[in-house]
């Protein structure tokens, strides 16, 4: 089965820039989405297809997606970003859907 | 805005049913798939099943497969989740979600979330 692997955590001091990975085999060839869970809420949508924002979503916010290795970029980090952040594809066989492992991005 | 309301949750023996509904509304919900997504406490998400804009499609992940039934009703603009033979592991918040494409078949992308419900699987 495929898998999606994150680091469990990401640490960043305010202002600053973080990044979060995901990986797997090929993961270029796949479409990449992002979701923030912050504790006792429902995850919400903050990258789709590799680096696209919906409405609402600061630009600080962005995507990529090479090789095997896609990232999550948060510029000019705020206290309002801590939370947990998964990625997640679409397969076309096997278990259609994967989510990451998950990263909790703590801000310092 | 869009708005997905579940309701159904609470604590339930092992091998017993339970029936999660969720109520949409502002948007079409006829014309979009629809999925329930799942949270053991303190663990990941994990994907449960879809169900396509008429009802004509579903798949469900193996874990749930035989086990779980995922049904809709577009004149209700509700979606619903019966659960069998539930076990214990089957414990987790769970959240009805709305795809972004109007065809399952092109791919699952999760723009709308609910509050999600608790499913408590204990004897």
């Known amino acids: 089965s495929y898998v999606l692997t994150q680091p469990p955590s990401v640490s960043v001091a305010p202002g600053k820039t973080a990044r979060i990975t995901c990986g797997g085999n090929?993961?270029?060839?796949?479409?990449l989405h992002w979701y923030q869970q912050k504790p006792g809420q429902a995850p919400v949508l903050v990258i789709y297809?590799?680096?696209d924002r919906p409405s609402g979503i600061p630009e600080r916010f962005s995507g990529s997606n090479s090789g095997n290795t896609a990232t999550l970029t948060i510029s000019r980090v705020e206290a309002g970003d801590e939370a947990d952040y998964y990625c997640?594809?679409?397969?076309?066989?096997?278990?259609?859907?994967?989510f990451g492992t998950g990263t909790k991005v703590t801000v310092l | 805005q869009v708005q997905l309301v579940e309701s159904g949750g609470g604590v339930v023996q092992p091998g017993r049913s339970l029936r999660l509904s969720c109520a949409a509304s502002?948007?079409?919900?006829?014309?979009?798939?629809m999925h329930w997504v799942r949270q053991a406490p303190g663990k990941g998400l994990e994907w449960v099943a879809v169900?396509?804009?008429?009802?004509?499609?579903?798949y469900y992940a193996d874990s749930v497969k035989g086990r779980f039934t995922i049904s809709r009703d577009n004149s209700e603009n509700t979606l619903y989740l019966q659960m069998n033979s539930l076990r214990e592991d089957d414990t987790a918040v769970y959240y009805c979600?709305?795809?972004?494409?109007?065809?399952?078949?092109?791919?699952?992308?999760?723009?709308?979330w609910g509050q999600g419900t608790l499913v408590t699987v204990s004897s």
């Open positions: 090929n993961i270029e060839s796949k479409s």
């Open positions: 502002t948007f079409t919900f006829s014309s979009y798939g």
């Open positions: 979600a709305k795809d972004w494409h109007h065809d399952i078949l092109t791919g699952y992308l999760f723009d709308y």
């Open positions: 169900i396509s804009d008429d009802g004509s499609n579903k």
């Open positions: 297809y590799d680096s």
């Open positions: 997640q594809v679409w397969l076309r066989s096997g278990d259609p859907c994967v």
